[in-house]
Each structure stands twice: as C-alpha cells, then as structure tokens.
C-alpha cells in the first residue's frame, strides 16, 4: 500500500485536500443529522393513534339559528345518525386525535396544589365513545348511559368516573398500569375521578406532545353551542356514509352547520403535513449535498489527474499496471475522506448537542456515525472512480513526450 | 538480448497517417553500450519506446531477452518493463511531492518485494550515484545533474538487464553532462546494457557502438573498437 508516500505528497499540496476534506465533514455532519430528523418524524408519522382510523370521520356543526336547541339537536342528531345503515357507533366529542386542538387537564394521585401532576388530554365522550373511537377496553369498563353528564361552557365540575389509556395508568402508577383500575385520582387539585376502565390506546390530538399517549376520557355531552361528531362505520361504508350523514343531517334540520366533514385518513395527513413538508426540504437538501460533494472530489480528482498526467505515464513507464493507477487514486481519496469523516464525526455529535439543546431533539443513536462514515467514504470512492479510471488510460509513452 | 526485425509504427489520425518507424532492424547484445542518434523527427524517441515497451508495434517481430513482446498484453507489458527496464529520461520525471526516497521507490512498489529489501536497495542505488546522504530531500532541493542522478538510481534500483536513457544529458550543462555520462559509463562497464537515445553527436561517439537513424529506418552503424574519450566541454583556450 502506498499509504506513506500518498500522505506525504498530500502534506505539500495541502489546500485542495483540505478544503475538500472540510466539505466532507460539513456534508457528513449535515446528512446525518437530516436522516436522524428524517428518521424521528417518520417514526412519529408512523405511531398508531390508536382509533380505528380507516373507518372513522369526523365533522363539526355550529348552530346559528334562533330555534337551535343545542340540547335537542345532539340527542336526535346521534340517533339519527346511529340508526343509519353501515354505522357501528357515533359520538359527540370535543376532539380528536390528530387534530391538533383539544383539551388538557394534571391529573394527580393525591389532592392539593402541590400534588404531583401528570398532563393528559381530555375527551368528552358517552356511551358510545369508546366503540366510536374503535379502541380496545383493557381493563374495566365502558361508561354507561346513566353517567353521562351534560357540561355548560362555564362549567368546573368534572364526572365522577374516567377512562384512561394504559400509558396514562402507567404515568400515575408508577409503570403499573393495571393498578390504575378502580383508583380515585384528582382533577382541577381536589375533584376525585375514578378510573372506571384503561384502553389500550389513544392518543392526545397534539401529535408533536411528549405526553401523546396519556389521554383520559370523561363522560360529558357539552353544550358550546358547537362541536364535533365522531362516527365510525362498517368497514367500506366510510365514505357513502360520509356524504348521507352530511345531506341527511342537513335535511333534518337546516339551522345548525355542518363542517370539515372528514375521514381520519385526511385529518392524519394533514396533521402530519409541517412534518413531510420538512422531511421533504432535508432529503433535497441531502441530494443537494451529496452532489455537490461528489461533484467536488470529481473535481479535484480531474484536476490532480489533468496536473499529475506526466507523472502518471512516468508510472506507468516504471511498471505501473492500470490498476495500479486506479488503486493509487482511489486510496488518496479515501485518505481524503478519511480526514473528512473523522472530522465530520466530531462536528455531527456537536451539532446533535446543539439541536438537543435548542429543539428538543432526542440524542443522535450511536450508529447514524459509523453509517454516515461508511455512506460518505462510498460517496467519495464512487466520486472518485470516474477521474481515476481515466488517469489508468494514460500512455506510459507520455512519460517521454514534453508536456 | 533485444531483437528486432522489421518494426514498423504507424501513428493514424483520422485524416493523416505518419510512419514512425519503417523496417526497422537492430540487435543489442547483452552488456552493450549502443547510442542512437538522429535528427528531430527521425523516430529515435519512438524507438525509444516500442525498446521501452511503452508504445506497441504495428508490424514486424520485437523480441526482449527471448520474449515475444508482439502479443503481450498491458499488464504483461507492464511486469516486463518493471522487471527487466531501467528509464532515465531527459527531463528526469520524479515526482516533485515525494523525496528521494520514495522517488526511487516508485518501481520497487510495483514489485512483490518486502520493506526491507526494498529499502536495502534504495540505499544502495543512492549510494552508487552518490545521493545517499540527501535521500529526504525532495527533488526541487536538487540541481538537475543531481536529479538526473537520482532517476539513475530509480532506474538501477530494480537491477534491470536494460538502460533506455533519453537525452540523458539533455537539461544538464556540459559539466553535469559529463558527470551522468561518467556515471552510465561506469555502470555499463559493471555489465548493464545501455542504450542512449540522443542528438548529440559528440556524446554517441563515448559509446562503443552507435546507430544513426533517419526516416524511421537504421540509415547507419558504426563501431568504435575503444571509445573516444572526449570531454563534454569545449577546453578553454590557452
């Protein structure tokens, strides 16, 4: 291996190897730092809300006319709507996953103002709630008929009873969630709700909170004058259902509106469209990089080849066979990109430590460095293959001419 | 030792076709001191060359120490002329990166040879050019007699059976020239065939035999029983 001389000629024809060393580091601390993020949005994307996603929708209505009886209208609006053909269950709620906007409350296993709160967001929900939603009952029960409380606006008061998500169970109990079952805890510092039952999963309408999975469900039908109705249907029926639930609504009664009426297979989409959009900017931006680094050893390559041509042939006249060329070529570059993957490894953790510090983010897994390492060193081998393949073509006869 | 019969080289372009080499015949025995000269033009460095194996042939029979290089391919090419050629070229081709040292390392590396015989045989050719004391120098600290003695010492490293020496002398004022001239005597006297392209009259006439090429063909040989020792430089007038 021609390890030695190789480095010594680099030492004295320093600038180009430097600089294109340094655009490795930045290229490597960039790239990897953008599959990271890339990474963590797509394993956020692809977190399970936990709701029978492909057979739900979700609309809004706001009444505005004189007559509206916000009361009145819930009650024969579920009806209808839950003795249509195809439908499973329908409930009004406040929210829903992915949405974006929503409730949240602390929840506590003891009373007071100094009581060690955990956050979660809150669904109002009925009987019907649960099938509705189309999560899994671990543990417990699902609130019947007769607990369903009617909520004003105004209203502090909270139901005796609730229904968490495991992982909310776990929150409180210490990371046993099955202790949560038939436990009082406090809402708003001292009112007690009982935990009636634990689901498996649903998660809280913020997809970007670290606590997305702690999620309670209490049994109140609210009078805000607005709200929203969660349907879910026989697999297939989703979206028929979705335009006669609409048609058939506003038939029955035309002084309220009805709005957003959509599957929560668009609601997911959009929710996650700041995150594609994002993810969509860093893989260009990786491409972009990518190229330009190669483009940049290509020309360095093609340059040193173009300068070194007499040099060559003076190898090749001294018994150099062309893959003698090509290796001498290909293992200056790995040289080069050596130096810059060292280097890019330092400044990858670096800006990790930046981006944990400034935007939250996770430490970068141990891994994305030897991988960057190795994608940049066949980037910069691959780069390189083109210019050294021509440098082999060289005639050793050249060594004789006067260029 | 080198034979060839009837060598012909053409260099084609699409619109002109140049014969280098027409007919061309020549024997060098082993242990031989041969000069070509010629004028510009005359196919001496393309001889030089197809010799060196760094150019191939378009017609006739060129065999190296019993090998028929007509059919070998370039690696083949290559290995032969790692193994059995030496080159000293006119303006002396080391690498202007790398020191004395690795400069006449350059063909050793394209050998199976260890570190250790590699270096014993660096220091040794260093030694005969007398170089040894320099060897981390790099070339642009060298004057050009001394540079041209280190391609002396990259080519003796390998211990060739042939020295192709192109205008040797050529980038070397008369005193250096001498010098060289002085140094490839010696070697040639110790057994290595030399054969030294070059336009200098005076300098074929230190060599015991010389050829003289014009139009691509041998137009001339002649023999010289015991060399003319002739010095480089013109004497000073008294």
Redesign the interface.
Known sequence: M?I??IL??LS??KTGALLIALQIALTMTIIVNSVFMIQQRQGQMERESGIDEKNTFLFSYMGFADDFNEKTRIVEDLDYIRKMPGIVAAVQTNSAPLTGGGWSMGLARETGPDADGVGTAIYFVDEQGVDAFGVKLLAGRNFTADEIIWRERTSNDWPGQGVVTKALASDLFDGDWQAALGKTVYINETQPINIIGIVEKMQAPWNGWRGVERTLLVPNRTLFGGGRIMVRTEPGERDRLMKEVEEQLFANYKGRLIRNVRSMEEIRTESYQAHNGMNTILKVLIVCLTVVTALGIIGLASFSVNRRK??IG?????????K?ILRYFMLENFLITSVGVVVGAAMTIGLNMVLVDMLNLPKIDWYYIPAGMLLLWFIGQLAVFGPAKKACQI???L??R?V | MLKMNNIRKVFRTEVVETHALRDFSLQVNEGEFVAVTGPSGSGKTTFLNIAGLLETITAGEYFLDGVDVKDLNDNQRSKLRNEKIGFIFQSFNLIPDLNLFDNVDVPLRYRSMNAKERKERIENALDIVGLANRMKHIPAQLSGGQQQRVAIARALAGSPRFLLADEPTGNLDSAMAESVMELLEDINSKGTTIIMVTHDPKLALRAPRSIAVKDGKVSEVSRVESPVEMPLHEPALA
């Open positions: 021609e030695k001389p010594s000629a004295r024809n007499k040099q003076t190898r090749r006249a001294l018994g150099a066979r062309k003698d005639s050793p006869a060594a004789t006067s």
